[in-house]
């Protein structure tokens, strides 16, 4: 797995699935920049108040054919592996999934990360064990700024 700093403001970015996990992974992809899409027949009281301020797009129903045209980076979040496996079926060679519910079905996973005005601290276990990577993070936190982590 490869690192990076992604620009995410100018790609189109779909979410598939409304519950606690998108929500999550939408908070920081609207941090980042970008206005996603989002697809999920029950979505968060959070998702419903971005929706109506503008800030996504939502479709309120299940996932479809055709629902990840044009999309560069897609999040797989629901808690029905049929649905998630037909994301899966339906990415092409220029888009990368993140299926948050398995990684060994991803392009792309991301890092526990932690900001700060002018530096970000990540740490990723490879997608073994995402509790580790939130604790280390805190670890290395509190050794650069015993006031703030
Ligand atoms: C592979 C990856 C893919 C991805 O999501 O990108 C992934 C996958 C999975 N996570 C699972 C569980 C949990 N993940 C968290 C939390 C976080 N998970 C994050 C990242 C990642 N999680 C990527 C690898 C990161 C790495 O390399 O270390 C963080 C760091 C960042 C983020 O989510 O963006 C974020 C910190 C949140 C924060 O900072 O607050 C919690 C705790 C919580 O929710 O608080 C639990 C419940 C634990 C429990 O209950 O034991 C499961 C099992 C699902 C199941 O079976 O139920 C899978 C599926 C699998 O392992 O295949
Ligand atoms: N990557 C990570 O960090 C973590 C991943 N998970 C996994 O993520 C998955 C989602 O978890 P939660 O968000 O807590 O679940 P949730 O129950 O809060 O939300 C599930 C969402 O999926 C939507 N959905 C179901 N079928 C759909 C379909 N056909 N089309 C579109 N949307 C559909 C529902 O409407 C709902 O919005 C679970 O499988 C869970 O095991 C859990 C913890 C952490």
Not at 83 to 111: C, W, Y
Request: charged share 25%.
């Amino acid at each position: 797995m490869y690192p990076m700093m992604v620009d995410i403001s100018k790609r189109k970015v779909v979410v598939v699935g409304g519950g606690k996990i998108a929500t999550r992974k939408l908070q920081e992809l609207m941090r980042c920049g970008a206005q996603p899409t989002i697809i999920a027949p029950v979505v968060s009281p959070e998702i419903l108040e971005w929706a109506k301020n503008g800030e996504v797009v939502l479709f309120k129903r299940t996932f479809r054919s055709g629902d990840l045209e044009g999309a560069t980076f897609i999040f797989s979040c629901t808690d029905d592996q049929a649905t998630n496996q037909a994301v899966r079926s339906e990415i092409g060679p220029d888009q990368f999934l993140n299926d948050t519910t398995d990684r060994t079905n991803s392009d792309f996973i991301n890092l526990a990360t932690l900001r700060r005005e002018d530096y970000l601290l990540a740490v990723s276990t490879f997608g073994n064990d995402p509790r580790k990577a939130k604790r280390l993070l805190h670890e290395i936190a509190e050794k650069i700024n015993p006031t703030q982590a």
